[in-house]
């Protein structure tokens, strides 16, 4: 992972509200597991359950939009549109790459540049 990816993940996770969402979306959000669709794909949760779970919104806000839409660019979350509705789902490789890098970095093995 790049330094430019790396720091547009950690100002992604920075923010109180994107990193609710994470959370619930690392949990299967509102209370319901993953399920398996009928072609064995995994169906997460919407944005609108996600928002609901987040903030207690009946629907999607823009607010939580704007947040998915963060969390997406820096991949931390995939956003798939199917029709109207819009499927989260954690990348959670993103979130390992992450911690890995932070993990280098306090044992001093990366950028030992003074």
Do not use: Y
Not at 6 to 12: E, V
Not at 29 to 47: F, L, M, N, Y
Not at 75 to 94: K, W, Y
Request: charged letters at 20%.
């Amino acid at each position: 992972m790049n330094n430019e990816m790396f720091m547009s993940r950690l100002r992604a996770l920075g923010d109180p509200t994107r990193m609710s969402i994470v959370e619930c979306l690392a949990s299967a959000c509102c209370g319901r597991s993953t399920e398996i669709d009928d072609h064995g794909g995994v169906i997460s949760p919407t944005a609108g359950e996600v928002c609901c779970t987040v903030t207690g919104a009946t629907k999607i806000t823009s607010t939580i939009s704007h947040h998915l839409h963060e969390l997406g660019s820096a991949g931390i979350i995939a956003l798939e549109r199917r029709g109207r509705t819009t499927i989260c789902t954690l990348v959670p490789d993103a979130l390992l790459e992450v911690a890995e890098q932070i993990r280098l970095i306090a044992q001093g093995k990366e950028n030992n540049e003074c």
